[in-house]
């Protein structure tokens, strides 16, 4: 079992930059892939952004590349999603999850684990 708990959402205005976190617990953090993935009201829940079990390896999604980074430091067992220059279409909950591999996805339902969401919102 993998426990994750993010963390770092809130309301900032467009333009600005956010922090996400997310804390893994339970199985070895680092023999998981890890990702990013957001649901906007409404809307299905869309991938973000993914990273390999070493740091080696990073997608993104077109909507966020150049603007949002992934990082991961295996020693804290947490996974990071900075995001720069938001705009009010980044506004939803942001979801962070782990695979039972060591290698990136961009499929939600390659995901095992999944945190409880936090929530970013990008005024105008």
């Known amino acids: 079992q993998v426990q994750l708990v993010e963390s770092g959402g809130g309301l900032v205005q467009a333009g600005g930059s956010l922090r996400l976190s997310c804390a893994a617990s339970g199985r070895t953090f680092s023999s998981n892939a890890m990702g990013w993935f957001r649901q906007a009201p409404g809307k299905e829940r869309e991938f973000v952004a993914t990273?390999?079990?070493?740091?080696?390896?990073?997608h993104y999604a077109d909507s966020v590349k150049g603007r949002f980074t992934i990082s991961r430091d295996n020693a804290k067992s947490t996974v990071y999603l900075q995001m720069n220059s938001l705009k009010p279409e980044d506004t939803a909950i942001y979801y962070c999850a782990a695979r039972i591999d060591l290698w990136t996805s961009v499929n939600h339902y390659q995901y095992n684990y999944w945190g409880q969401g936090t929530q970013v919102t990008v005024s105008s």
């Open positions: 990273i390999s079990w070493n740091g080696g390896i990073t």
